[in-house]
């Protein structure tokens, strides 16, 4: 019940807005840049064009559902083998070396959730165990 709430909340910051669309192409998850994502990123999904490169895609995850909602959000979930624990420690050490500003921190029976905040924008990430594998969903949304 708790997964369902949190991760509804996390998708729907990003999905709200009209004119969402859904990545469909295979291509190499975004990687190399300064900030971005690391250069080990699996391939699956594209991350969406407007995804911020400040916030990075777990190395070695892979894709599999990516979102953008015109210019104000856009949302990646990624599968990755690692622990849900691993996970959240890296994408709260990276948000926070990466000049983001944690609003908020939450650990429900092993699954987590963290919410940022950078100049006009709200990062949060949801990491969950789920079959097995280690569920990631990405969101970044504008406050303009």
Sequence with gaps: MVRSVVACVALGLALVPAGCRR???????RSGAAGGAPSDAAAGLAAPAGFPRDVPIYPGAVAVVATEANDSG???VLESRE?????????????????WSLDGEMTVEGEYMLVASKQARRASALVADEEG??????TVTRDD
Excluded: M, Q, W
């Excluded at 990545?23 to 998850?29: D, E, I, L, M, N």
């Excluded at 622990?83 to 000049?99: I, M, Q």
């Design 133 to 138: 594998k280690t569920r990631i969903t990405l």
């Design 74 to 76: 856009a949302s990646v």
């Design 23 to 29: 990545g469909a192409s295979p291509a190499a998850a």
């Design 83 to 99: 622990t849900p624990r691993k996970v959240a420690a890296f994408y709260k050490n990276r948000l926070l070396e990466g000049g």
